[in-house]
């Protein structure tokens, strides 16, 4: 009874050790110049997968807060707000490396590079700012309605905005996304796992910070 309630991490191990190990053995198509950069598919796009999901419900849980101020759920927010981070940030350093060797450039003037990066810096003000406010209600309320605010610029700053205008980054002007050529069943077969795989992986991490952090403020809830 207790495995079958933990099924869904016993399935985020196996599934990220097939990614892991797929990843890296899996034959990949000839893309222009990708060549075996291709593989990062497997790891940067799911990451961002993985980053939404966690901002998403970090959103949502912030507005449960402001609906009736339950501390309990500033908590949820927090924590899924930054274990989204984490992932947010693992997705631009595996971005960052494929561009090094595709574009000539860890860090460019690409749109999409660069408005993730302010979508980033978006959060990580969020972060800065709780650790700010002593007072745990005022931290909680003030933090909730960034929180909304940074979610409303989220989505036009990273999926949006860089749709919008020329950028060597697939899904631009320019660059309208890899063709069905590019993304044959063999790298799909590990790509569609991978986007499970690492968002699991985030939710667990993210339900352990809770639990930390509800045992760390126990005597407020008592």
Known sequence: MKMAKHWWKILAVLLLFYVITAGFWVKVPAIENNEQTT????????????????????????????SKYDLKRDIVASSAANVGVLFGLMGFVTGSLWAT?????????????????VAL?????????????????KRARVSAIYNVFAFALLIPLTYILPRMVDSLHPGSVSSPGFKSSDTDGTLM????????????????IFNLRVRYKKLELKNIFK
């Open 39 to 66: 593989r990062n598919l497997f790891f940067h796009v799911p990451m961002w997968i993985s980053m939404y999901t966690l901002f998403g419900i970090s959103v949502v849980y912030s507005l449960l807060f402001l």
């Open 101 to 117: 060797y595709t574009w000539g450039g860890t860090i460019t003037n690409d749109p999409k590079q660069i408005s993730t990066a």
């Open 121 to 137: 810096l978006i959060y990580l003000a969020y972060l800065v700012l709780r650790m700010s406010i002593n007072d745990i209600d």
């Open 189 to 204: 077969r590990v790509f569609y796992p991978a986007m499970l795989a690492w968002t699991l992986l985030g939710l667990w």
